[in-house]
């Protein structure tokens, strides 16, 4: 049974002096999410594949005030479990712990049936949106146990929820995504600082909704920073004893 919280009103200093990785944060939600965490105090580590993109956004972040960010420069269609480890023992060097980690990265691969779909192009969906961040989460949880309330927040979808025709390896995707987040929550249920909740962020206004809905006009969908309050309040010690639970985004 999926939650909302709509209405959460994040105090200005809700993550003060937390360290927060978010994947995907040159862009779209992931951009948005980047900036919103820093703007309530977080020092965020931005990890994406275009280093242009995390550099503008790491200069966003440093002219509102924010503390200054740090860049992991990351191509999760084709990281390795060694290039997971090392970025784990920098993040460790750097900060010694980790707070926080929003599975944002994603792709769509294709929307089309199942009988046409591309092999090489559903292993590539899974491999961006499942299995790197399996790995990534593997390769944080010793960080993320030093923390003293850690959030893992994995991205979900309606089509992760109920299956939909030509929605292909997205939709199987994210009905792993939603697996992983259940079983990673009920390992650390009790015996863990860990908590770990998925988001469905609903149809919003990022380059993957205009792939996957070309005619639709962006302005009817809302716009990435109308749905912080859920990654905010998810993110915050506010949040703290919620566990395993699948949120939306939008009403």
Known sequence: ???????YAAPADLLNDKIILVTGAGDGIGRVAAKTYAAHGATVIL???TVPKLEAVYDEIESA???????????LTSVKWEELEYLAQGVDQEFGRLDGLLHN????G???PIANYHYATWQQVMQI???AAFGLTKAMMPLLEQSKAASVIFTGSGVGLKGRAYWGAYSVSKFATEGMMQVLADEVEGVSNIRANSINPGATRTNMRA?????EDPQTVAAPEDIMPTYLYLMGDDS???NGKQFNAQG
């Not at 049974?1 to 209405?7: P, Q, V």
């Not at 005030?65 to 191509?75: E, N, Q, R, T």
């Open 1 to 7: 049974m999926s939650e909302t919280i709509t209405d």
């Open 47 to 49: 990890l994406g594949r």
């Open 65 to 75: 005030g924010g503390a200054k960010p740090a860049i992991l420069p990351v191509d």
């Open 105 to 108: 990265a994603g792709v769509l």
């Open 110 to 112: 294709q929307r089309t």
């Open 129 to 131: 949106n499942v299995n």
């Open 211 to 215: 792939a996957a809905y070309p005619a």
């Open 240 to 242: 703290i004893g919620v």
